[in-house]
């Protein structure tokens, strides 16, 4: 059983950056793939970006790619989403997600998500 927790979101305006957090629960953190996820108003839940457990290999969206970077840091237990050059279209409500998988990015792989944590990008 995996508890995570996202903090970090806020209202910031276009071009300015964030930096996503998502504290997880529990020994094997490490043992966990992690991705985020986004969902905008009226709009279905999006992959953002994902890092395997077993390579440290990461993937992202192509909406984001070059702006956001996925990291984490398991003796802190925690996972992380720096969004660089946000844009209004990036406004969304934030998960993150984990799965023992070695990689995915299907939504539907994950077993554990948290919260979520608003992100509100003004032009």
């Known amino acids: 059983q995996v508890q995570l927790v996202e903090s970090g979101g806020g209202l910031v305006q276009a071009g300015d950056s964030l930096r996503l957090s998502c504290t997880a629960s529990?020994?094997?953190?490490?043992?966990?793939?992690m991705g985020w996820f986004r969902q905008a108003p009226g709009k279905e839940r999006d992959f953002v970006a994902a890092?395997?457990?077993?390579?440290?290999?990461?993937d992202y969206a192509d909406s984001v790619k070059g702006r956001f970077t996925i990291s984490r840091d398991n003796a802190k237990n925690t996972l992380y989403l720096q969004m660089n050059s946000l844009k209004p279209e990036d406004t969304a409500v934030y998960y993150c997600?984990?799965?023992?998988?070695?990689?995915?990015?299907?939504?539907?792989?994950?077993?554990?998500w948290g919260q979520g944590t608003q992100v509100t990008v003004s032009s």
């Open positions: 890092i395997s457990w077993v390579s440290g290999s990461t």
């Open positions: 529990g020994r094997t953190f490490r043992r966990y793939t």
């Open positions: 997600a984990a799965t023992s998988r070695s990689y995915a990015t299907n939504q539907d792989i994950y077993d554990y």
